[in-house]
C-alpha cells in the first residue's frame, strides 16, 4: 500500500533531520513528534528534508507545529499536496 511506503520514507526523513532520542521506528505513526523530543528547529529542518525528499513545498498554511507533529499528520499532509500537484 502507497501509505506504508509513505511513511516508511517520512521515518527515513525523521531519522536524518529530526534528532530525535528515541529511534523513530519505536514510536507509533500517531505518536507526537514533539513529546517524543523534536525541537521547533528540528521541525524546520525535517521541513526542508521532505520537501526535498518528496519534491514539493510546503505552503504557508500548512507551516504549523500539527502538521509536523506526527508521522500521520506528516503522510496526510504531503498526500494533500501530492493530489493538488497531480
Given at each position: 500500500?502507497?501509505?506504508?511506503?509513505?511513511?516508511?520514507?517520512?521515518?527515513?526523513?525523521?531519522?536524518?533531520?529530526?534528532?530525535?532520542?528515541?529511534?523513530?521506528?519505536?514510536?507509533?505513526d500517531s505518536?507526537?513528534?514533539?513529546?517524543?523530543?523534536?525541537?521547533s528547529h528540528?521541525?524546520?529542518?525535517?521541513?526542508?528534508?521532505?520537501?526535498?525528499?518528496?519534491?514539493?513545498?510546503?505552503?504557508?498554511?500548512?507551516?504549523?507545529?500539527?502538521?509536523?507533529?506526527?508521522?500521520?499528520?506528516?503522510?496526510?499532509?504531503?498526500?494533500?499536496?501530492?493530489?493538488q500537484a497531480?
Amino acid at each position: 500500500m502507497m501509505s506504508n511506503s509513505l511513511n516508511t520514507d517520512i521515518r527515513a526523513v525523521l531519522s536524518g533531520h529530526a534528532r530525535l532520542p528515541v529511534d523513530v521506528d519505536s514510536l507509533a505513526d500517531s505518536a507526537d513528534l514533539f513529546q517524543a523530543g523534536m525541537s521547533s528547529h528540528a521541525s524546520v529542518n525535517v521541513m526542508l528534508a521532505l520537501e526535498e525528499a518528496f519534491d514539493l513545498e510546503f505552503p504557508d498554511q500548512m507551516l504549523k507545529r500539527s502538521v509536523f507533529e506526527s508521522v500521520s499528520a506528516i503522510a496526510a499532509a504531503i498526500g494533500e499536496l501530492q493530489a493538488q500537484a497531480a
